[in-house]
């Protein structure tokens, strides 16, 4: 009885994603491991991936919803699960925000907004565009989610340098691994500041 009272239920988390998992492994890893000190306690698919399968694999409730995912429906399912709070992990649909979870979605997007955002920047596109330009440094931004891509209010950034002779492939690993540390962390500070 008293460890109830000490230990009150973990936040209830939510990952929506349309590919490998790299991003949900991480934030179900951080959960485990305690620097997120929340519950992974369901996935969202855009199709069936290999994320799906992870999850499955994980114990994971699984939904797969294709297509534009209505308003009404997405409220319905992060409902009927009790999710606090959801994080896109490489969702590559337009979300339609329910009201009742404005400032409850959160993106991590793998460059320093609002810079290399928007339709269609995702992935190796978005660091193909960082070197493109030449630019000395990249990074990788978290923000609230909107009805438009990439235009949310911005939680955090963090920065990496771009080398000489990077690939997008190794400016890619390099911005991950900010954001394997940069996403639970920020998540982890969001559901605090709201729990107290």
């Known amino acids: ?20 998992g790299r991003t949900f492994l991480n934030l179900l890893e951080s959960c485990e491991d305690g620097r997120l000190h929340a519950s992974m306690s369901l996935v969202i698919t855009s199709r069936e991936c290999p994320g799906a399968d992870r999850a499955r694999a994980h114990g994971i409730t699984t939904v797969v919803a294709p297509g534009l995912v209505s308003r009404d429906r997405l409220s319905a399912i992060l409902a009927e699960h009790a999710i606090d709070l959801v994080a896109l992990a490489g969702y590559l649909r337009r979300l339609e925000v329910p009201a009742q979870y404005r400032d409850k979605i959160v993106n991590i997007h793998p460059a320093l907004l609002p810079d290399f955002g928007g339709p269609g920047m995702y992935g190796e596109r978005v660091h193909a565009a960082v070197l493109s330009t030449g630019r000395g440094e990249s990074g990788c931004t978290v923000h609230f989610v909107d009805d438009r ?14 080398m000489p002779g990077d690939t997008v492939a190794t400016l890619a690993a390099r911005v991950f691994a900010a954001e394997c540390d940069l996403y639970p962390r920020t998540i982890d500070a969001l559901l605090k500041a709201r729990t107290g």
């Open 1 to 20: 009885m008293g460890t109830a009272a000490t230990n009150p239920p973990r936040p209830r988390l939510a990952a929506m994603l349309s590919g490998a």
């Open 149 to 162: 891509y990439d235009t949310g209010a911005i939680l955090a950034q963090q920065s990496v340098s771009v």
